[in-house]
């Protein structure tokens, strides 16, 4: 097993939801953590029991990710050990029902903002020659999402940056330092709240519906031992790819998947949000 980079753990979009369980349990497992959010005050209350650091910050706006990234490296003598970028937003239903500033908002935020954390971190791990940035994908970056095809299309140029820039980081010689894939199914956080009764949301609930501390875990686990696509939970992903590679029958499979995900929408609302793989 890889032993893990430690230095400072950078936590995007951790005001909430996976973001703050991901925050929690890399500080369980050590890690100092910086946790950022777009929301200063919501992000302050949830870092002051995990150390107390935190930071505003829009992952679009690539000095702000680079000042971040440089504050972070400068509070510990390790540096730079870890960047999550988290921080993302979903709109569902036909792209064409989506008006420009949505679909912009949602490339911008989900892709162009993972991937200004990305190089901002990566321009100080590889002057330290060593470092792993963890983005936080999905399923639906894995294969098209009906109902949810801007968030799955930014999330497919998101696992396409990040092993591009693993590939050109291996090229270029460096060896030690890292950019990993989570790949989860949907889970149950305020993303998904209010989409109990989205029928563009039923992608999300088609598998398992999994808590952000199981995701969290599994990132720890990830932060770890570096591997560049990790899916959650394992079999869903092997569902998913083999869609990918076979897109006439995702296709037709459509109306099958849509009410998959409408039964798993009406389980949710019978659970009430409880009983969560």
């Known amino acids: 097993m890889t032993s893990p980079v430690r230095g400072t753990a950078v936590v995007t979009g951790a005001a909430g939801g996976l973001g703050r369980a991901l ?135 998101l696992l396409a940056f990040s092993l591009g820039t693993l590939a050109d980081l291996r090229a270029a010689g460096h060896r030690d330092v890292h950019v990993s894939c989570l790949c989860p199914d949907g889970i149950w956080t305020p993303m998904l709240h209010d989409r109990l009764d989205d029928p563009g949301a039923v992608a999300s609930f088609t598998g398992t519906l999994l808590t952000p501390e199981r995701v969290a875990s599994r990132a720890v686990r990830l932060a770890r031992r570096p591997r560049p696509v990790v899916a959650l939970p394992r079999w869903r992903g092997a569902q998913v790819r083999l869609l990918d590679a076979l897109p006439g029958l995702a296709v037709g499979l459509t109306p099958l998947i849509r009410a998959t995900g409408r039964a798993g929408q009406r389980r949710q609302r019978r659970r009430g949000g409880s009983g969560l793989a």
Do not use: F
């Open 23 to 157: 925050a929690a349990a890399l500080h369980a497992d050590g890690w100092p953590v910086l946790l950022t959010d777009l929301d200063a005050d919501a992000v302050a209350a949830v870092a002051a029991p995990l150390g107390g650091w935190s930071r505003p910050l829009d992952v679009r706006d690539d000095t702000a990710c680079a000042a971040v990234a440089a504050e972070a490296a400068g509070r510990s003598p390790d540096g730079l050990g870890l960047w999550v970028n988290n921080a993302g937003i979903l709109a569902t239903g036909p792209a064409w029902e989506q008006d420009e500033r949505t679909r912009r908002r949602i490339i911008e935020v989900n892709a162009l903002g993972a991937m200004a954390g990305t190089l901002a971190a990566l321009a100080v791990m590889r002057a330290q020659g060593r470092g792993h940035v963890l983005n936080v994908v999905s399923l639906a970056g894995l294969v098209a999402a009906p109902g949810e095809t801007m968030y799955s299309a930014s999330k497919h140029a």
